[in-house]
């Protein structure tokens, strides 16, 4: 009896080594060489103020409704109030249409912002450039941005993915290769200037120079913002303790658009995703605004019209650094039942400084009068990616813990940035891609499968009606 258990238990653990060897994650052995992590001189010419005399600085855009046929346009003036008007067309120089913002301006501690504009740009064509104009006379100045296509289930469409930016020459690497990718929109991941590294005025001065940086991409390419720790700046010894008054002021969400009751959680819908924006540093349990409001979002997605679900946050749920391990464990016991049970497809997080990707897996068997309490493969989870690695001045966080626990598929301690390419109801192409030395390098890359249409049923329905509208379209043009 004994000597046919042993050959069957060694057969056993043999298959499961095998087993366990094939999915193994991977440690990246690439060692980032040492740039320096110190924020750009203000002098430098990344963060030059335009010329001209009150002229608008600091442009951004974001989407303004829940569709993507409106945006919301910001900018900032120094001199003085300024005009509040947009003027905007369907080619360059031609301005046909007005629209006119708000203004508000705000202290913190002693440094007074200076006038800030926020202009809302409705009744949007979809998939259209517009070229916009804001300022006065000699000072005014001229971009541009493309719209989504319409709300479709098979429409493509290319986001960038960013976190924990700051304003190093990594950072400013970070922004460069996202633009050299053509991704239409950045979801940003939180924590946007590190201006909270600062004390008294230089606060304020480097959410300025901040603006300024990321003019260069945001002025033309709409960021869906989320908040990081960074954007919380609770100082008493500066008696400023109301949370998020920088970002608050200075970067707007739609948030009314999805019911919300706070620009810090929200939800949009771009072409074939529905993304749900949430925030790490706001209550979340059972029963308060974000938990309810989240409730209802995701009974909201409707995955025959946007397939793709994507949710941000920026304390990530899954890691394996030996920074902020575990820091995500509270928004993971209240949200991951959810994230299974509709079947979220990626849920992308920063706050870590480095990359790493999960493997579907899901931990919610766990409570605490049982035993299970380790995360499992789970086909209706969601895949989670860390990208904190923007390039921010507190620079790498380069220990990992060893060993590679089971959930994490790659980790690697480099600066970069992601993609996420949608391609039709069914597939996505996702690229990590580091900052290696100055290069964009795509390191780490899959095709995503969609959660929703990736179910076998309604794979073999598609293909059926796939292959009917062929005959149809045939069987018209004989
Ligand atoms: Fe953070």
Known sequence: MCSMVVPLLLSTFVLYSCIGNASAGVTSAFVRNEWPSVDIPLDNEVFAVPKGYNAPQQVHITQGDYDGKAVVISWVTTDGPGSNTVRYGLSEGKYDFTADGTLQNYTFYNYKSGYIHHCLVDGLQYSTKYYYEIGSGDSSRRFWFQTPPEIDPDASYKFGIIGDLGQTYNSLSTIEHCGQTDAQAVLFVGDLSYADRYDHNDVGIRWDSWGRFVERSAAYRPWIWSAGNHEIEYFPHLREVIPFRNYLHRYPTPYVASESSSPLWYAVRRASAHIIVL????????????????????????????????????????????????????????????????????????????????????????????????????????????????????GLALRFRDPQPDYSAFREASYGHSTLEIRNRTHALYHWNRNDDGKRVPTDSFVLHNQYWGDSHRRRKLKKNHLFSIISKRAYSQ
């Open 279 to 394: 925030s790490s540093y706001s209550p979340f349990v059972k029963y308060t605004p974000q938990w309810r409001w989240l409730a209802q979002e995701l009974k909201n997605v409707d995955r025959e019209k946007t397939p793709w679900l994507i949710v941000l946050m920026h304390a990530p749920i899954y890691n394996s650094n030996d920074a902020h391990f575990m820091e995500g464990e509270s928004m993971r016991v209240v949200f991951e039942s959810w994230f299974c049970q509709y079947k979220v497809d990626v849920v992308f997080a920063g706050h870590v400084h480095a990359y790493e990707r999960s493997y579907r897996i899901s931990n919610i068997q766990y409570n605490v009068s049982t035993r299970a309490s380790y995360p499992v493969p789970d086909k209706s989870a969601p895949i989670y990616i860390t990208v904190g690695d923007g390039g921010n001045q507190e």
